[in-house]
């Protein structure tokens, strides 16, 4: 029961493969180093430097190392640049799925995890949000993990003996350890670390939202917390089904002000922000409902807010 990890070398790749080996399950690394570092894979762990999109190296990776299961992280995820360059994004996080997984039906596995994301909620109609919330992606990246999820639904329709799930990320922070932080510069954390390192003030997209103090709300998930989720999920579908769908987070909504504020205690700076105009499409405020990947793993988050800053700030010091 081995499982190929793709874009194991990458941020939250490289967690999932360590809480992989913490349960014993075995694993293989599948990533082409576009956005990974060959480091972030331990030594141990067999690593094929090749894209999703050559089948036949895939397939030659899955047949050398017996894999039975598939946990599909490579994507591209910057949101704007899906915006700028969505061909780009279909061919990578689409056409590169359907590459993927055709070689996995030829090389017989039969059980996938996929990477998806909050995103494919767009603007979401209430706060609290569960899978039956309906979707509606903003961008062609959210639209790209709909879309993925779609085909695994569609496959399994096909092949009754296809076991898959889907995790939906929310905002993904913090580090296991400080070699393995985030070395994209997307999010709200790493966003706020890059300015005080470059002696600017943070910007707040907006101060007069509907909310607690007027920043917008998220649900922020630790990143070992969601390694954790996947190492659950996958010895769970190697066991029987599960559902479609999962949300990943802490079911807790945080306003910006209040990351700021806890990179303040963090850091032991402390700045002012430049308070910006808003930006276009974004919600005011929606988190979690994680309800339901509790009830079927018996999983939870546990590590909290201030430990997701405090380890990201050690991996961006170790880093830069
Ligand atoms: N970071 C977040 O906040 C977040 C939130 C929701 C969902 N996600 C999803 O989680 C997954 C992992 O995200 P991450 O933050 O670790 O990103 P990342 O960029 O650090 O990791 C992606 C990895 O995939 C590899 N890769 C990209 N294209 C490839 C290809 N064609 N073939 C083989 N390897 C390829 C990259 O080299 C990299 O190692 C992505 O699917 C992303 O969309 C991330």
Redesign the pocket.
């Known amino acids: 029961m081995t499982w190929m990890l793709?874009?194991?070398?990458?941020?939250?790749?490289a967690h999932i493969v360590r809480a992989f080996q913490e349960i014993d399950l075995p694993v293989v690394v599948?990533?082409?180093?576009?956005?990974?570092?060959r480091g972030n894979v331990p030594a141990d762990v067999p690593f094929v430097q090749?894209?999703?999109?050559d089948r036949d190296a895939v397939r030659a990776a899955m047949r050398e190392h017996g894999v039975t299961g598939l946990l599909h992280?490579?994507?591209?995820?910057a949101v704007g640049e899906s915006v700028e360059r969505p061909l780009l994004y279909w061919d990578?996080n689409v056409g590169?799925m359907v590459d993927l997984l055709q070689a996995a039906a030829d090389e017989g596995v039969e059980r996938v995890l996929f990477?998806?994301?909050?995103?494919v909620y767009g603007n979401p109609p209430v706060e609290l949000v569960t899978e039956e919330t309906p979707t509606g992606p903003l961008s062609p990246?959210g639209g790209t993990?709909l879309v993925g999820e779609q085909v695994l639904r569609d496959l399994a329709a096909a092949d009754p003996s296809l076991r898959w799930s889907a995790l939906r990320?929310f905002?993904?922070a913090g580090a296991g350890a400080p070699a393995l932080g985030?070395?994209?510069i997307?999010?709200l954390v790493p966003m706020t670390f890059r300015a005080l390192s470059e002696s600017r003030n943070p910007q707040l997209f907006g101060d007069d939202y509907d909310t607690r103090d007027g920043s917008c709300v998220r649900d922020y998930i630790h990143v070992v917390d969601l390694a954790a989720a996947h190492a659950a999920a996958a010895k769970r579908l190697d066991e029987g089904p599960l559902g479609e769908v999962y949300n990943v987070g802490r079911g807790e909504g945080v306003t910006v002000t209040e990351v700021l504020s806890t990179v303040r205690t963090v850091t032991g700076i402390n700045f002012e922000v430049d308070v910006v105009p808003r930006r276009a499409g974004d919600p005011t405020a929606y988190y979690a409902d994680p309800s339901k990947i509790a009830d079927h793993l018996g999983w939870t988050a546990r590590l909290d807010l201030e430990a997701m800053v405090r380890s990201a700030w050690e991996g961006w010091q170790t880093q830069h």
């Open positions: 793709t874009g194991g070398a990458g941020y939250i790749g599948l990533d082409d180093l576009s956005a990974g570092v090749a894209s999703v999109q992280l490579a994507a591209k995820k990578e590169g990477s998806s994301s909050a995103a990246y993990k990320y905002n993904v985030d070395r994209s997307a999010n």
